[in-house]
């Protein structure tokens, strides 16, 4: 049971890891100018959308009991 948890964990930080990247990198295309600049992100598939929403609220929460730890500590 406890190596099913550990791998989950891990999963959960490398999407956390991937999703943050992605995050950086849509800001810094965002804040380029021009004629090439993006425009707006292509469109993604539905059933990636509802994974993608998930694993976001997932991330909220951890972020949450992650401040509730450290506040709780010091």
């Known amino acids: 049971m406890s190596r099913n948890i550990a791998r989950a964990y ?3 930080l490398r999407q956390e890891k991937k ?4 995050v950086d990198n849509s800001r810094s295309a965002m804040s380029a100018t021009g004629l090439l600049a ?3 992100s292509p469109a993604r598939p539905t059933n990636m959308n509802r ?3 998930q ?3 997932i991330i909220g929460f951890v972020d949450e009991i992650r401040k509730q730890g450290s506040r ?3």
Request: aromatic share 6%; net charge positive.
């Open 10 to 12: 891990q999963e959960f």
């Open 19 to 22: 999703r943050k990247q992605t």
């Open 38 to 40: 993006p425009r707006k």
């Open 51 to 53: 994974q993608n929403d």
């Open 55 to 57: 694993i976001d609220t």
């Open 72 to 74: 709780n500590r010091g």
